[in-house]
């Protein structure tokens, strides 16, 4: 899921990789329940051919799942009600605005939604570029005008068009496939050197833990090469949205970003963890830019 802004912790942790992490952990439990991880058995070592295969079956099958899943799960998690039939003119004129975009971005016209929040925000998601889902919250509606909605439905079009949740969902996997590679390895590893298993009875519940305690550790740090990803696609969309609604629009609007979030009072432990971005550390988790490099972007033309 692509936001425009990334404001609140859990907008900051992307929907699509909490989903990815489930789905990747369900795979992974369903089969060691199974015996599968005898398969890795090989004369007391461990088959790094089928280790790998396996690694990037469930990997794979966690972006590929989570990606399938992205629309319908989206649509649930903020509660975005689909506009089938406008009922008014904002949702007409929204409807409108998302067909034109589309048209001139070339790809099929997607579902368009509104989901109730006061933060001004607006995403997009989708297993693919022609079956997309463009929603904005009331907050975005109440807060910005036409001109600076105009710019932010280009920037989740250009989202859209841009493939970026396949491709994220492709880089989700290669991740995944490394982080499970290497966390069963550490198991191995804990279960033959450290609890001195002879592999007789496959491999213990100590190294099980291990392996699971490895793959969230594992998981955060790869994570942070998807936020980054993810920050260097929105300067990318924001060129988008430029190209859709006009420069100054985008700028417009993403300095009516900057205005609600200097306005919006963040509660200390937030606070204490860089929410803000103002620190470097923080940024590295960050799934989007500072709004001032965005905008600075623009304005020199590079994005």
Do not use: C
């Not at 060691?32 to 099958?61: C, E, M, T």
């Not at 004129?93 to 001004?120: C, K, N």
């Not at 439905?153 to 989700?172: C, K, P, R, W, Y």
Request: hydrophobic share 50%; no cysteine; charged share 20%.
């Amino acid at each position: 899921m692509f936001y425009i802004g990334d404001y609140k912790h859990m907008k900051r942790i992307s929907l699509f990789i909490l989903t990815n992490l489930a789905v990747v952990f369900v795979i992974n439990i369903t089969l060691r329940l199974l015996g599968v991880d005898r398969w890795l058995d090989q004369a007391g070592g461990i088959n790094f051919s089928a280790l790998l295969v396996l690694s990037a079956v469930i990997g794979f099958a966690g972006s590929l799942v989570s990606l399938a899943m992205s629309k319908w799960s989206a649509k649930r998690m903020v509660g975005a009600q689909a506009i089938e039939n406008p009922v008014d003119p904002t949702e007409r004129w929204l409807v409108e605005t998302v067909r034109r975009h589309a048209q001139a971005a070339g790809i099929g016209m997607p579902e368009v939604a509104i989901y109730d929040a006061p933060d001004v925000n607006a995403f997009a998601t989708g297993w693919n570029r022609n079956d997309a889902l463009v929603a904005v919250s009331t907050g975005l509606l109440h807060n910005m005008s036409r001109e600076e909605t105009e710019a932010v439905l280009g920037h989740e079009i250009s989202h859209v068009a841009n493939g970026d949740m396949v491709t994220l969902a492709l880089i989700q996997g290669v991740v995944n496939t490394f982080v499970i590679f290497f966390a069963k390895l550490f198991g191995f590893f804990v279960d033959r050197v450290l609890l001195k298993n002879d592999g007789r009875n496959g491999i213990g519940i100590g190294a099980f833990v291990a392996e699971i305690a490895a793959q969230l550790v594992l998981g955060v740090l790869a994570s942070i090469i998807v936020m980054w990803f993810s920050r260097q696609r929105e300067f990318r969309a924001d060129a988008g949205g430029a190209k859709l609604a006009g420069r100054e629009k985008m700028i417009a609007a993403l300095e009516r970003l900057k205005i609600n979030h200097e306005q919006v009072s963040l509660p200390a432990k937030m606070a204490a963890f860089g929410i803000s971005g103002g620190h470097a550390f923080a940024k590295i988790f960050m799934t989007h830019p500072p709004l001032d490099e965005r905008i600075a972007a623009l304005r020199s033309g590079q994005s």
